[in-house]
């Protein structure tokens, strides 16, 4: 399935336009590790990956590790391909989204690619109402109190560290006193535990071509993501992007992403 994947990705990759450059600067880092169920009927659908959080003045940014990765080898494959006519494989992420939050104006951008077609939306912070508890114990050496929020149809447990006094946390949660050090939802469907938190050595620089995206509404976004995801060798055809398959191997990889979208039915966001 990855290798299918992978495929419909490599055909997107020279696509890229070069705008404006949205550079911010961070002095932290958190990262996080991600576990979910991707189907919600089949308990051993769990998978995980690493998500890092790199946290400035009131800004923050979010993405998989392996896609921040992938960002910072771009410049190197993209020479590579020059050189010698062969695409250095990218490492595989499941999360294509980097998300930055600006804490000081109470904004959240999120960026993500859908077949050709970059987006991004803007929400506005903060995206959850907490209730904070008593009821406090030690995760990873840090001390920490319980909250709790209803966030996209979804119930969540967080657990926040005012020795970090940072107002942030993993994906688009935010605004308890605090960094949130774990949080997950009643069902466990996600979970999300910090497993490192340094300050940086120098700050780290991360640039996005913002112009590189559109603007959209969130619900034309997932709209997009929907229909993409549903029938991606349809939207790429549509978009004028052939992958070479023989008929064959087109109907084969045609069921097997059916099937795939059919198993893939818990989002972290339901609304």
Known sequence: ????????????????????????KFNYKATYQLTWQIDSTNAESVQSEKMVLFIGDGISRFSS??????????AQRKKNFKNTGRLMSPPQTEFEYK??????IGKLYFFERVAKDRFKYTEELPLQEWEIHSETKEISGYNVQKATTSF????????FSAEIPISDGPYKFSGLPGLIIEIAGTQNYYHFKMTGFRELDTDASITIEEDQYTTVSK??????????????????????????????????????????FKSRNNPIELE
């Open 1 to 24: 399935m990855r290798q299918i994947y992978l495929c419909l990705s490599l055909s997107l990759i020279f696509s890229t336009v070069f705008g404006q450059k949205l550079t911010d």
């Open 65 to 74: 590790l392996n896609l921040l990765k992938t960002d910072s080898l771009s």
């Open 99 to 104: 998300l930055f939050k600006n804490l000081n």
């Open 152 to 159: 996209a149809g979804r119930d969540y447990i967080a657990w």
């Open 219 to 260: 619900a034309e976004f997932l709209a997009a993501e929907e229909n993409y995801n549903r029938d991606p060798l349809g939207a790429l055809s549509k978009a004028g992007i052939t992958i070479g398959w023989s008929k064959e191997r087109e109907k084969e990889a045609e069921k097997e992403l059916k099937e795939n």
